[in-house]
């Protein structure tokens, strides 16, 4: 037993009632002291984790691991990026996993760009290991580690939790002894969120399969009120919230509209060198964040494009050499958003304006984080709007789309497979997956799977309208507010916290509207813009040949599987998109003209 001084007071000779406030004294000091010895113990963790023997919790974040400990709580936690909400999970397991408790389950959507917090993880002692597709050689090892108790934090992503036999053979048996469940990136669960991704749903699913005495954490740093009322009412309403400042006061942010491409992509070769640091340029499509790479290294600048759509292994050492400081910048989509984490990066760019403050605040505060100064500059153009339609109208499958997929199973005796409806139907499988994804998540579910057949539910199934419009009118109001912020002549700090319904926004002192006058030059050269606009006429794009024969489309030709070199056609090229920058924005006009004059 652990020596306790407290403990040594005696109560001797006193009252009845004396004798019980004694006793309660002694208790609550006992507790005190406890506290004090687990708070210590943290604190030796924490420095342990981050390296550094000075360093010290943040606001809140020792309250929230105690909430977890002491409580057993479900608990909300709103902080700002970098503020070190990994940390509050790692330590938290740690502490109870010296108390016996069971595996910590982390769900998160961020496995790829969460290689330096188990690093810090593996500083204090925490065992991590995950399942995902990648892995699948290594499951059988991973579960007979999780089935010895030899592994303090399992990490999957959301979209795990769709598969049967991960469901039934690893989370079935864990769910009953699971020590603390994390659920990151929470706002992914409300879709009302940003960033709203449907296998969250599947979470709810996985709490009610907890005993209540679990404690419960969720993570995120773009939560505004609505989202954080969704989170609650499917988490449980027991919910405590821990909410803290959003105001990021090593940011300069500026904002800078220059309409063509050109324009912007001469701005980025003038003045990107002179930036500190290396950093991140935000675009809003693969196609983007090519070309914008592919110009800053015409023009002497080491730049390189990152997107979901690279091998893992590329999109890692990607990310190595911009922590290393190899590059200038990384282009990337929003692959590289939530959970990257380089403490001295110097500025974050986005070369199109994203389609809400919350994204807009999320990517831009991967800067700064552990320098004094660092830079965030958002350039807008012509296609924003246009980009941002789009992706707003193809958020949610149409009703056509749904109701073909519907029809088509209905003709099932034991169900389709995906490649069944994608000859069937004239929609892609992209289109397909997304209506199946879905309506498997709908309650009750109209479709299931079987194997790797999709089967009708006997459910009468209505397709929400009113909801999807609704949702998509809150998107076209968040488009709304960024065209404000661009224009807004109050602190853009404060007016990025207020969104986020901050309870305390406080001017930053910092940005181009507090400090006056402009934190970069705004102006381009002609003779770049020219030069800018003829790389963008030279750009091409690339069509490449088909790699697989179409599934059972050439049978009488013995034609299956992969396309033999021989049969494989050339790699194409277009001269442009239609719209897009240099020639395809010529040809639209063209286009649009001709057909004006016909008519």
């Known amino acids: 037993m652990e020596y306790c001084p407290v403990l040594s007071a005696t109560t001797k000779g006193s009252s009845s009632a004396g004798h019980t406030s004694c006793y309660h004294k002694i208790i609550h000091r006992y507790l005190a002291y406890m506290t004090s010895i687990r708070k210590q113990k943290a604190l030796i963790l924490l420095r342990q984790a981050l390296n550094n023997p000075t360093a010290d919790f943040r ?13 057993k709580s479900r608990l909300l936690v709103v902080q700002r990026t970098g503020w070190g909400k990994s940390l509050v999970y790692f330590l938290a397991t740690r502490l109870l996993r010296d108390q016996g408790a069971g595996c910590t389950l982390l769900i998160s959507p961020l496995l790829a760009l969460m290689r330096n917090q188990i690093a810090a993880a593996q500083r204090i002692r925490v065992k991590a290991e995950t399942i995902n597709s990648s892995n699948t050689d290594e499951w059988n090892l991973v579960n007979t580690k999780l089935l010895t108790n030899q592994v303090d934090v399992l990490l999957i992503s959301p979209e795990r939790l769709a598969n049967e036999d991960f469901r039934q053979n690893i989370l079935a048996p864990l769910s009953k002894k699971i020590g603390l469940l994390v659920v990151d990136e929470a706002h992914c669960i409300s879709d009302w969120g940003h960033d709203f991704r449907p296998d969250y749903r599947r979470i709810v699913r996985v709490l009610q399969g907890l005993p209540p005495n679990i404690p419960v954490l969720a993570t995120t740093a773009t939560a505004n009120n609505r989202v954080v009322d969704d989170i609650k009412a499917q988490l449980g309403e027991k919910l405590c919230i821990s909410r803290g400042d959003l105001t990021r006061k090593s940011l300069r942010l500026q904002n800078i509209y220059l309409p063509s491409q050109g324009a912007r992509l001469a701005w980025l070769a003038q003045h990107l060198p002179q930036l500190p640091g290396s950093g991140i340029i935000y675009a809003l499509t693969v196609r ?104 707003i109208n193809t958020a949610f499958p149409p009703e056509i789309h749904t109701q073909q997929v519907l029809n088509e199973l209905e003709k099932a005796v034991d169900g389709f497979s995906l490649p069944h409806l994608e000859q069937q139907l004239n929609l892609s499988r992209g289109q397909i997956d997304k209506v199946l ?32 419009e609704i949702l998509t009118q809150i998107r076209r109001r968040e488009q709304e507010r960024m065209l404000e912020y661009m224009k807004s002549q109050q602190c853009l700090m404060a007016f990025l916290a207020t969104e986020l319904d901050d309870p305390n926004p406080q001017e930053c002192g910092r940005c181009t509207v507090c400090v006056g006058t402009r934190l970069l030059p705004e102006t381009v050269t002609n003779a770049r813009v020219n030069q800018a606009n003829l790389f963008l006429r030279r750009s091409n794009q690339i069509l490449e040949p088909r790699k697989k024969w179409p599934s059972q489309a050439l049978l009488n030709y013995g034609f299956s599987g992969n396309i033999k070199d021989n049969f494989r056609v050339e790699t194409g090229r277009a001269l442009s998109l239609w719209g897009d920058a240099g020639w395809g924005e010529l040809v639209k006009r063209w286009i649009s003209l001709s057909c004006s004059i016909s008519s």
């Open 59 to 71: 606001d809140g974040q020792w309250e929230a691991i105690e909430e977890l400990l002491l409580n």
């Open 288 to 391: 983007d964040a090519q070309r914008v790479a592919d110009w800053l290294n015409t023009q002497g600048i080491n730049a390189k494009a990152y997107f979901g759509e690279l091998d893992t292994q590329v999109r890692i050492a990607l990310e190595d050499e911009l922590l290393n400081n190899e590059i200038k910048a990384l282009v990337a989509t929003t692959a590289l958003g939530m959970g990257f984490d380089k403490p001295d990066l110097g500025f974050v760019i986005h070369y199109q304006r994203p389609g809400s403050v919350v994204h807009y605040y999320q990517q831009v505060g991967r800067a700064g984080r552990a320098v004094e100064t660092a830079y965030g500059i958002l350039l807008s153009g012509d296609e924003d709007d246009e980009i941002n339609n789009y992706f």
């Open 437 to 468: 994804k879905i309506l498997s998540l709908e309650f009750p579910a109209p479709v299931k799977k079987q194997g790797s057949k999709w089967c009708l539910n006997p459910v009468n199934y209505q397709y929400n309208r009113e909801k999807i």
